[in-house]
Every structure is written in structure tokens, then in C-alpha cells.
């Protein structure tokens, strides 16, 4: 074979390689970043579930030491797991939800931090209560994810609804 | 020196120098996250005043193209730049915050994310305008820092303040 047509065969061959493999990782990506978003949705719907049965052992499980937590009642912030644990056992048996929508869950993964947002719908009784919830969880060097910050806000009943 | 006093020489040197190398590292790591945390929040004041002049682009300039994005008065998160921009330059010339205050700013950081929260204050002639704001910026491949979460709140007037 000719050097010119050696050229001609091998660089399409390299460049299919090439492709292939870029397509390969970032296939490979995606489906990681889909498991991911699975994992994470998942976990937040199993402390979600225990919360609106009264206990919200669920989610302060899933906290991790350094959380912030901003509660939609509340002005400040809750700094570090033991001040969140305390605002949540106050609250222990206080809620209950008879059901619940997750609306458009959307997860962001960057590395080892991943950030679930999305529009909940919890039924009490005769009334529906509406909230928007950032949840950011960070995956930890035993590979588990904790939440590290968490924002529960209201919808404002005036003109909130679109 | 014998085998055994080089030992007892050689192990506390090795230790020492491994100690050294310890809390040097995480030195630069405190180091290193106090410098981002400086930069965030130096570049979330820079938005916020624009954005209290009535200029939204501050904050347009410095949010990612895959932002999602909680608005106080809205229900529906955006999603994506276009979505936002769309909405900012509906607010354009429509604030006018005469003061406001930053209260208790935390950044967390994790590798290139370093998530933002804080209360604002804003003062609107005689009105007092309460706030809690999380915002999640990643570092680039630019290096430079873009918000590609952001979730803005009110405070509850009812019970919102502690």
C-alpha cells in the first residue's frame, strides 16, 4: 500500500476509533448521570414518605454534619445536623400527609455533588399545600449521599400560581 | 546508631514531616476555600447591585446556560438561560432597592461547586423586603465561576422571623 493511500485508510479508521470512543464517554456519562438522578429521586421520595407519616428520622439520616437548612417557616438558617435535628424532633408526629406529587424533578449532577429541585404537592385534609424544594447532595467518601443544603420555600398564594 | 535508636530518631521525624505535610494540605485547603468563598460572594454583591439599579444583566452575565431557577413570586421553576432571560427582561428598570443587607453568607464548597446562602434585607422607600436566597455556582472549565441553580424565597411575615 502506498504511503497516500495508507494515509487515506488509516485516518478515517483513527477518526471512527475516535468518535466512537468520545460517543462511548459521554454515553457513558449520561447513563451514570441517569442513575444518578434514579438514586437521587429515590431517596429523597423514602424521606419524603417517612416525613409525611410524622417522622422525619428519614431525612435526618440522609443530612449531612455541615447541612444548612433553610426552613420555609423560619427566617434563619439552620447551621450543622444538630440544630436541624432539634428543630425536627420538635415537629416529630405534628405532620401528617395523606399524598403527595413530586412535580418536574429535575436533577443537576456535577461530579460529586448532585442538585434535585422540583415542586411538591402534599394533601392535609381538605387543603393542598404547595412548596418549591432545592435539595443538594453531596456523594461522601463512602460513596453514600447526604444532603448538605436544603431550601423548602412556599408558594405565594397571591400570585405564585402560573 | 543503633537499629533500634534510628528507629525511635527516624519515626518521629517521618511523623512529624507526615503531620507537616497533613496540616499543610489542609491549610491550603482552608486556604483555597476561603479565597472562593471570598470571590462568590464578592460576585453575587457585584449582581445585586446591578439588579438593585434595575440592571438584571449582572446576574444574566453570570448565570450558567443550564441554570434552573426558583423565583420568589413564581410557582414553576426555569429552566435554562433562555427561559430566565426571557422573565429578567420583563423586571428590567423595575426594581429600585435604595439599601440592602447581606446577612450571614455561607459558602460551602465541593471540588467546583460552591453553593451560596444567605438572608437579604432589601429597603424599598419605607418598605422592608425579606429574603433567603441559596444560589449554586460551578467553576467552568473557564475557570470562571457561573450560578446554575438558583432559589430565591420570602420570609413568612406571619411567623417568618425568630
Redesign the interface.
Known sequence: MSLILKKFVYFPVISLCFCSCTQDKSKNKNMNQDNISKTIIAMEKTALEELNRGNPSGYLKIYAK?I?Y?D??????F?GLKKVQIFYNSLQGSVYVEHYEMI?P?V?V????A?L?Y?LVSHIGNEVF?E?C?E?Y?QESDKQWKI??S?W????PA????
Chains 1, 2 share one sequence.
Open positions: 455541615d444548612t433553610f420555609p417557616f423560619k427566617e434563619k438558617r447551621d418536574d429535575v443537576q456535577s461530579d460529586e455533588i442538585i429541585s415542586n404547595r418549591k432545592t443538594v453531596r448538605i443544603h431550601h420555600s412556599l408558594v405565594q400570585n405564585g400560581k402560573e
